[in-house]
C-alpha cells in the first residue's frame, strides 16, 4: 500500500523549533518530488517547500524562507521539515504529499497524488 | 505570483444536481499544471484531476475538468452524497512553485 505517515508535531513557544518526519512506503520514494502543505485552523490549503528526487532543488513559499528547511534521506525513504524560529501563524496541519507526474501525449502533467494524514503543529506560549 | 480566485466561495446543491465551480488565475498558466483536489471535513485533500482534465486514479467520471489559460472549472455532473466537500484549484507554476486557490465548499442545500 502505498502510504506517508507524518509525526513530529507538538506544541512549541514563538520562536522555538520542530522537526518534522514523514516516513514513505509502498513506492519508490527517491523517484519523485516530495512537498510539504499546510492548513491553519479553518483555513484553505498553503504549499510550504518541494524537494527535488536527489534533494538538489528545494522551493519555499516566501514566508517560510530563511526559517524552515526541507530535506530528505532517500535510505530511509523520509522527507523532513526542519522548522525554526515558529511564529503563531505557523500554526497549522501539517502534510507531506508525492508530487505525481504523468507523461501524456509528450507532455508531463503534475498533481500531489498521495497525501499523509498530517501532524499539527501549534506555536502558543 | 500567480493568484488562483475560486468562485462560488459556497454552492448549495441537492444529490443529484450538477456543480460547476469555478477557478480563475491572474496570470495566464499552463494547462499541464493545474489541478484539482477534494477535502472532507478531518481528511487529506484528494486528488481529483490534473492537467486540468485528468481525471486521477479511481476518481469517478462523473468530475471533470476543462479550460485553458486563465479559465478552468470543475463539474460534478451529479452529486453524490459523499460529494459535499471543499474543492481546491492548484497551479503549479515558475521557480517550481505552488499556489492554491481559497477553495469551494458545495454543501447539501
Known amino acids: 500500500e502505498v502510504q506517508l505517515v507524518e509525526s513530529g508535531g507538538g506544541l512549541v513557544q514563538p520562536g522555538g523549533s520542530l522537526r518534522l518526519s514523514c516516513a514513505a512506503s509502498?513506492?519508490?520514494?527517491?523517484?519523485?518530488?516530495m512537498s510539504w502543505v499546510r492548513q491553519a485552523p479553518g483555513k484553505g490549503l498553503e504549499w510550504v517547500a518541494n524537494?527535488?528526487?536527489?534533494?538538489?532543488?528545494?522551493y519555499y513559499v516566501d514566508s517560510v524562507k530563511g526559517r524552515f528547511t526541507i530535506s530528505r534521506d532517500n535510505a530511509k525513504n523520509s522527507l523532513y521539515l526542519q522548522m525554526n524560529s515558529l511564529r503563531a501563524e505557523d500554526t497549522a496541519v501539517y502534510y507531506c504529499?508525492?508530487?505525481?507526474?504523468?507523461?501524456?501525449?509528450?507532455?508531463?502533467?503534475?498533481?500531489?497524488?498521495?497525501w499523509g494524514q498530517g501532524t499539527t503543529v501549534t506555536v502558543s506560549s | 505570483e500567480i493568484v488562483l480566485t475560486q468562485s462560488p466561495g459556497t454552492l448549495s446543491l441537492s444529490p443529484g444536481e450538477r456543480a460547476t465551480l469555478s477557478c480563475r488565475a491572474s496570470q495566464s498558466v499552463s494547462s499541464s499544471y493545474l489541478a484539482w483536489y477534494q477535502q472532507k471535513p478531518g481528511q487529506a485533500p484528494r486528488l481529483l484531476i490534473y492537467?486540468?482534465?485528468s481525471r486521477a486514479t479511481g476518481i469517478p467520471d462523473r468530475f471533470s475538468g476543462s479550460g485553458s489559460g486563465t479559465d478552468f472549472t470543475l463539474t460534478i455532473s451529479r452529486l453524490e452524497p459523499e460529494d459535499f466537500a471543499v474543492y481546491y484549484c492548484q497551479q503549479y507554476g515558475s521557480s517550481s512553485l505552488f499556489t492554491f486557490g481559497p477553495g469551494t465548499k458545495v454543501d447539501i442545500k
Open positions: 504529499a508525492r508530487l505525481g507526474q504523468w507523461l501524456e501525449g509528450g507532455y508531463y502533467y503534475y498533481g500531489m497524488d498521495v
Open positions: 492537467g486540468a482534465s
Open positions: 509502498g513506492f519508490t520514494f527517491s523517484s519523485y518530488w
Open positions: 524537494i527535488k528526487q536527489d534533494g538538489s532543488e528545494k
